[in-house]
């Protein structure tokens, strides 16, 4: 009898507690706090008729916003912009490509995560010579070489890398 007890009172606090839990309506925008509204300001003429879901996911994102450093909100920025000027092919391609790689093994993920950290990680101007030298070549020549490339070792990748810095070094 007494676990009955618990539980009503924790339904009861659960209703008093969360303002769209009773109601089935969600959150108005005239409870939220300055702060969430300030963030969710895009939203505020069509916020009412929002699902409860999408409002509870939407008041997270703006927690999460809050948190975040200056610096981080400035990247954030940044790929929002980077991606809203994508062109609708573009924005498919790249979720089909991230489709893809949930799909790979854990290990094979973590191989790409790597090559593109070590990418990153290079000089500005090495990426972009780099960059170039990709887009200059044939679809084929690119299917030939990524073909080569998932068959190396890392030590061979490195090797190889090390190899054609050496022959531009050269040739420069």
Known sequence: MGSWRVIVVCMMLGMVVSPAWGDGGGVPWERLTPEQREVLQHFAERWNSFPPERQERLLDSADRWRALAPEARRNALER???????????RDLIRKRIKE????????????????????????QEREVIKGKWRSLSPEEKRQFKEKWRSMTDEQRREFLRDRSTDDSGAR
Do not use: C, G, M, V
């Open 80 to 90: 929002y912009r980077h991606w809203h000027d994508l062109t609708q092919e573009q």
């Open 101 to 124: 790689f949930h799909k790979l093994a854990p290990a094979d993920q973590e191989r790409i995560k790597r090559s593109y950290q070590r990418f990153q990680n290079l000089p500005p």
